[in-house]
């Protein structure tokens, strides 16, 4: 399992999404609504003997949406954070036929206010984790 | 001389690689009690030998190599068995014995991967002998 290949290939799930300006690894600068493909937190190796498979544990896919403090930021990050829905990244993670590893799985997501460029963006950090062989 | 990770460790299973998280090969012996009067402590002599394995690992859906594939057809079958706990290479240790597949089982938890278990009872002879130049 490729870690450029599986962050690339969650970013062209993510650039899928209508609407959504994405790059498959971290930036310097975005336009709002920005999806981000970052580093996971640890890998773990040898989740099965001969090399059968590994882990990438707590991936960051981040998508930064606008003003923390605007009225109508709810409404537009609600978009990208429900379960279903067009623009459901959880939605399009569970209907995708991943090719970069065996499984991607959305377990969570949380809230916060990322600064980029001297601008507060409202930003949600969905963590996943992904499995997939340890050979290839 | 060495201490040997399990990540080494190899399953073959009716001639089919068979990749898993964690496998236990036991080996058992019938015990007699012997003691006779005169005796202050049991005394045992040994009987049959026996054992079990079991392995387990994740589930992969993949056709033909899959577990689902390669144990499931096997259940109530005796088929050969072969483990290789420090891996491939001259001179490594290496147990093969026939074993009766006595249960396989699929679980899955809401909050991760889907796991599959198979439990065997050996039958016959262990042959531990090591693996070959």
Known sequence: MNLSAVMTEIGSVLDALTGLRVTPHPVKTIVAPAGVVGYPESITFDVETGRGADR????????????????????????????????????????????????????????DTVTIAAVDYLAVIMMVDVVGSGEA | MAKIHGRFTIITVDGDNVKGTTSQFERTSDAHDVTEYGDMDHVWS??????????????????????????????????????????????????????????????SPVADMVTWSADFNLSGAVDSTAQPA
């Open chain 2, 46 to 107: 040994g009987g049959l030998g026996g054992g079990t394995f079991s392995i387990s690992g994740i589930y992969d859906d993949t056709a033909g190599t899959g577990p689902r594939a390669v144990l499931e057809p096997l259940i109530g079958s005796v088929v050969t068995v072969i483990r290789q706990p420090a891996g491939a290479g001259a001179g490594k240790a290496q147990d093969e014995v026939e074993a009766l597949l006595t249960k396989y089982v699929e679980t």
């Open chain 1, 56 to 111: 990438f544990e707590r991936l960051p896919v981040m998508v930064v949406v606008a003003d923390v403090t605007a009225r109508s930021t709810a409404a537009e990050v609600s978009k990208w954070i429900s379960g279903a829905g067009a623009l459901s990244v959880k939605a399009a993670f569970e209907a995708h036929d991943w090719a970069s590893c065996d499984d991607v799985w959305l377990r969570e997501a949380r809230f």
